[in-house]
């Protein structure tokens, strides 16, 4: 008998899941689909569930034709009077209280208050299966709202009076523009007023140490004396650096040098699909240890102040309890930004981390070699659909209207890729199984334990976080042996809230230490005892800084060419204007 082989050196199953991530935007049907089936047969089997939603049905739809009727009556009705439930901010304009939109608005407020009401808390679902479920949904119900279209939306139909239609003239050309870019690979308009060198990323320095992976900058100082210990800070990869160093007014670089501290900044490569098989070890060997080598190198005889940010946080925390367990005592301090630990908790993002939607990711990073900027992008703008997808549609294209570009913005579109080794690996084994904060997780041999890190630690979280939701953050404190652990909770989000500038009089934070004797309290208990500050939040661990400091002594050289780190070229070097 004849048998049917497949041609070796090809993974069809890998192949086959790439062509499907095509027609679903990467996401997982299955994943999708089996939570949809949990929730259904679960449903399926309460009939006192049943009759709940039911009888909820008949009071949505009684309330919607009472109301309607009510507007009917021709005097201005607000969409929210006598709702019972949240209203939407959406329908809070004046616009919103005539005939027939406020009559869309109740409907669309007791659609959505029902559906809501209909997928959670069904007997029997498991929790992450509910939770896509609801995610689903609300992807739905921020789609379908009235506010997004023009027919049903009075604000926009009255500018589009008061302009003619010139608004929708200058949003056909907005997005005639828009696929021009995308087909061309372009940026998006307004983001060539900041450029990378001038605008950004212009703090002055150079270039004194680069490999396969990273650019390592030194800052020239500013000040005629400097703290003794430098800052060596290793951002996530998943975004150029220089959010920590976009217009002057909002630099957090500037703002450590103004203060008189030696600042080393790690800039990673964008990687190509010749990187495909760059690995977690070699962002620990050839990022954080080959910087910390120069550093120490170039300023001898000084332990140094260490920040991470995001993954790039995830990975200090990697090195740091590497270099405990070797007895390398190099680490002053280790500062975290917003950064996970332990996994448990991801936040939203546990929308797409699941073994389904894994294998369907490494099968687009296995064909390519790497994961585009454009896809992860794609996935936190979902967690906010509402403001990041449907709210810039409305202002470009029904009104015309480009969003103001700011350095923020503009840095976010400012991508980069991931290699598939090392972010397999990453979801993988650190976001699907938490092995770092399980005692599983090995590199170079060894096995990571967070518990042997006893440095002083600074632990920053972010209110509004949808990346690294602070409650995720405080984790760390569980892991490891500070006997000087401070964490600060500060008011923003996972990027505006740690781009906070010097001085913010909308933000605010709250701070606390403790030793190894203070039992780590659960997080409502440390919101409810900590008291909030106004302000921002950098002059409090600016100071932080300067008290975990030896003193002032003399700037130190830029670079050591005698030792092989030569002034290479100024910064902001060249691996940060990679696209």
């Known amino acids: 008998m004849s048998s049917t082989r497949l041609p070796k050196g090809i993974d069809f199953d890998k192949e086959f899941r790439a062509q499907i991530a095509k027609l679903t935007g990467g996401l997982s049907p299955k994943a999708f689909s089996s939570a949809w089936a949990d929730w259904a047969a679960h449903l399926a089997l309460s009939p006192t569930r049943q009759v709940e939603l039911q ?26 009077d006598g709702f019972e439930g949240t209203s939407d901010p959406r329908f809070g304009k004046e616009d919103w209280s005539r005939w027939p939109f406020n009559v869309y608005a109740r409907a669309y407020q007791n659609s959505a208050a029902l559906v809501n009401k209909t997928v959670e808390g069904v007997p029997g679902v498991d929790p992450y299966q509910e939770k896509l ?119 957090l670089v500037k703002f450590l040098v103004d203060q008189g501290h030696t600042v080393f900044m790690i800039s990673w490569k964008n990687p190509s699909p010749a990187d495909r098989d760059v690995s977690m070890e070699d962002y620990l060997n050839k990022g954080f240890r080959a910087a910390l080598d120069a550093v120490t190198t170039i300023v001898p005889n000084r332990k140094v102040h260490s920040v991470g940010y995001c993954i790039g946080g995830t990975l200090l925390s990697i090195g740091a309890a590497m270099l405990a367990r070797e007895n390398d005592e190099r680490l002053a301090s280790v500062t ?107 590199l170079n041999g060894q096995v990571i334990t967070l518990s042997d890190i006893s440095a002083p630690m600074f632990v920053v979280g972010t209110e509004a976080d949808h990346v690294a939701p602070w409650t995720s953050v405080y984790k760390i404190g569980n892991l490891v042996k500070s006997d000087d652990y401070s964490f600060l909770l500060t008011s923003g989000g996972h990027n505006a809230g740690i781009i906070a500038g010097p001085v913010h009089p909308k933000r605010h934070f709250r701070l606390k230490t403790k030793g190894l004797k203070t039992a780590q309290i659960g997080t409502q208990e440390w919101l409810q005892t900590t008291e909030k500050q106004p302000g921002s939040w950098w002059p409090a661990w600016q100071q932080w800084l300067q008290a975990h400091s030896s003193g002032q002594t003399k700037l130190p050289p830029m670079g050591a060419p005698h030792k092989g780190y030569p002034s290479i070229e100024d910064a902001p070097g060249s691996y940060v204007k990679q696209r």
């Not at 739809?61 to 929210?80: E, I, N, Q, R, Y």
């Not at 870019?181 to 372009?186: K, N, P």
């Open 55 to 80: 009888q909820e049905l008949l009071a949505r739809t009684a309330d919607t034709w009472t109301f309607a009727l009510k507007a009917l009556a021709g005097a201005p009705v607000p969409p929210s």
């Open 133 to 251: 479920v609801q995610f689903s949904v609300r992807m739905l119900l921020d789609a379908s709202a009235p506010s997004n279209y023009l027919g049903a939306n009075p604000e926009l139909l009255a500018l589009t009076q008061s302009e003619k239609g010139q608004n929708l003239v200058r949003g056909v050309k907005n997005w005639l523009k828009d696929v021009k870019s995308t087909l061309d690979g372009a940026p998006p308009e307004g983001t060539d007023a900041f450029e990378v060198g001038k605008t950004v990323a212009a703090t002055p320095g150079k270039v004194i140490f680069r490999n396969e992976l990273i650019e390592l900058i030194q800052y020239s100082p500013t000040t005629k004396t400097i703290h003794a210990e430098p800052l060596l800070i290793v951002p996530a990869w998943i975004m150029k650096y220089y959010i920590l160093d976009l217009s002057p007014k909002s630099s």
């Open 336 to 442: 975290l930004f917003a950064a996970q630990a332990d996994f448990s908790e991801p936040g939203e993002l546990a929308y797409f981390i699941n073994a389904s939607q894994l294998a369907m990711l490494e099968a687009v990073m296995y064909k390519k070699g790497v994961l585009a900027s454009g896809q992860m992008g794609g996935a936190f703008a979902l967690l906010r659909s509402k403001d990041l997808i449907w709210q810039p549609i409305i202002n470009t294209y029904l009104k015309g209207q480009r969003d103001t570009m700011i350095d923020l913005m503009a840095w976010n579109a400012d991508g980069t890729r991931m290699p598939y080794r090392m972010h397999t690996d990453y979801l993988n084994r650190l976001y699907l199984n938490n092995e770092l904060a399980t005692n599983k997780f090995s």
